[in-house]
């Protein structure tokens, strides 16, 4: 399917961690360059996190450092490792290609609160 499939968002304490996944079609996966994005209530979406097919992998400052973006072509699965976690954090996430022409899904939510 074209459309990705978010997964493993939850509530987690600052300072926590969480590991997103994102399921696709093997054509879109070993075709395109993939992202995660989120959206925070009443923000805008925003790319956090990259990984490009000639350049690696790319990520927004606000995450630098505390999260790594990766990707299992045997699974068609995108992962984020998101460490560190902050209340800023808190959104919802999404996977798409990297220039984010993919039908969007559900997304997942992650909620950062004691």
């Known amino acids: 399917q074209a459309q990705p499939v978010e997964s493993g968002g939850g509530l987690v304490q600052p300072g926590g961690s969480l590991r997103l996944s994102c399921e696709v079609s093997e054509r879109v996966f070993t075709t395109y360059s993939m992202a995660w994005y989120r959206q925070a209530p009443g923000k805008e979406r925003e790319r956090v996190a990259g990984?490009?097919?000639?350049?690696?992998?790319k990520y927004a400052d606000s995450v630098e450092g505390r999260f790594i973006i990766s990707r299992d072509y045997a699974k068609n699965t995108l992962f984020l490792q998101m460490n560190d976690l902050k209340r800023r954090d808190t959104a919802v996430y999404y996977c798409n290609s990297f220039a984010g022409f993919l039908p969007w899904g559900q997304g997942t939510e992650v909620t950062v609160s004691s």
């Open positions: 990984i490009l097919s000639d350049t690696g992998t």
